[in-house]
């Protein structure tokens, strides 16, 4: 079905709107700064504010009230709605880049399993649930079903997208096809195959099939990750990694095509979040040491989530390329930063729940906010603060714009 002139209308007004965000000489300050901070030299830390409850900042905002009838249209209206928004009200160190990505249409044939899993709804406009993954990994037989994925690219379908995109925003916006980054997240797929409470107990029990099924993932995503590579399907504007910006003037690495990006070019991701209460020894045994290899071969690595680090670190630092490790909610702040003692970016992580709470304590989000700075000023710890996984602020919006403002006069006091 064609686009109708009027989804077209309200795209390319949102896009010049947004292209007039994007060509503020404060945009390539923001680059710069993010760009110190990945070479461990920053000016000052780094705020950002991502994976945002949007469902609760629609309600009754006129500026997010979709208009386009059109899926795809809607996809873009949404984005620039989004960031158009952020950059209004809680901006601190975000940047908004002159042009739009076109994802290319990657065909992933997957791992050969289906999930299997029961879910609980909170908040019905909210796309935030509650998962419980029913075990399907059991025997050998079951792990030899994880397979190794096929990648291809449907060139046609890519073609499709990009003249669409050119179409909507020619002569306001260029559009570049992007694509993928390959996230090292062994354990959260395995989790999801085998569920929480017997993936622990599996480590214990039957140490040796624990083994066997986290060898044949790493060879499932290996073989994929060269797939994606020897068909040129990496990201080449990959300006994001985990919620940070991830501009750096030390990637793409030399001999660089961007008609064919390798793993090397750019930045990758890791964590395993199921090992929140598992020791360091076994944390190192079933985690770091099955991720080195893949690790190595990427540009940049940023590791962690939700997971407390600060205990880990002597096994965290056998990862090659690190460059920025997260610091959940649940670490201890000054721990985390003598462990880290300046050689990798601290990636602070606020507790989200200070959003959520019957009133926002401003005092509160201030000192926890100061606690962090403070302990990187005396350790020398390159500091970003990233407030993330935001599933409500009891639809009170003016509370992300406070947190934004008050970690702003932190960071530049």
């Not at 965000?21 to 404060?26: D, T, V």
């Not at 461990?40 to 705020?47: A, G, N, Q």
């Not at 009200?89 to 249409?105: C, H, S, T």
């Not at 059991?138 to 073609?159: F, G, M, N, W, Y």
Request: aromatic residues 8%; hydrophobic residues 40%; proline residues 5%.
């Amino acid at each position: 079905m064609p686009i109708s002139q009027k989804d077209k209308d309200v795209l390319r007004l949102l896009a010049m709107e947004y292209a007039e965000i994007a060509a503020l000489p404060e945009q390539e300050e923001s680059r710069a700064r993010w760009r110190a901070l990945n070479a461990l030299k920053p000016k000052r830390p780094l705020v950002m504010i991502d994976q945002v409850c949007w469902n609760e900042l629609e309600k009754g905002e006129k500026t997010l009230e979709m208009l386009c009838e059109d899926e795809t249209c809607r996809r873009y209206e949404e984005l620039l709605r989004h960031r158009i928004y952020q950059w209004h009200n809680f901006r601190v160190d975000m940047v908004a880049d002159p042009y739009l990505l076109v994802r290319k249409a990657i065909v992933n044939s997957g791992y050969g399993i289906k999930i299997q899993e029961e879910t609980l709804v909170g908040d019905p406009t909210n796309d935030v649930l509650a998962h419980r993954y029913i075990d399907i990994l059991k025997t050998d037989e079951d792990i030899e079903r994880i397979t190794l994925p096929t990648i291809s690219h449907d060139v046609a379908e890519t073609e499709r997208r990009m003249e669409l995109a050119d179409d909507l925003f020619h002569g306001i916006l260029p559009v570049y096809a992007e694509g993928a980054a390959p996230v090292i997240q062994i354990w959260d797929y395995i989790t999801h195959c085998k569920g929480v409470e017997s993936s622990l107990y599996a480590m214990i029990d039957e140490p040796e099939f624990v083994h066997r099924m986290v060898s044949r993932m790493v060879w499932s995503l290996s073989g994929m990750m060269d797939q994606m590579e020897e068909q040129g399907l990496l990201a080449t504007h990959q300006t994001i990694i985990h919620c940070t910006g991830a501009y750096t003037d030390e990637l793409p690495a030399p001999g660089y095509n961007p008609e064919k990006p390798r793993l090397k070019d750019i930045w990758s991701m890791g964590l395993a979040q199921l090992f929140c209460n598992v020791s360091g020894e076994m944390f190192d045994e079933y985690e770091i040491e099955y991720i080195k290899p893949l690790c190595e071969r990427f540009g940049m690595i940023y590791y962690g989530c939700c997971d407390p680090l600060d205990r880990k670190m002597e096994y965290v630092e056998k990862i090659p390329n690190l460059r920025k490790v997260s610091m959940s909610p649940w670490v201890n702040i000054r721990r985390g930063a003598e462990a880290i003692a300046g050689r990798y970016v601290y990636s602070r992580k606020p507790n989200p729940s200070l959003l959520a709470s019957d009133a926002f304590n401003e005092d509160i989000a201030r000192r926890d906010l100061i606690e962090a700075k403070e302990a990187c000023d005396e350790t020398g710890c390159p500091l970003e603060i990233i407030m993330k996984d935001i599933s409500t602020i009891r639809y009170d919006p003016a509370r992300l714009s406070r947190w934004a403002e008050i970690a702003m006069d932190v960071v530049e006091s």
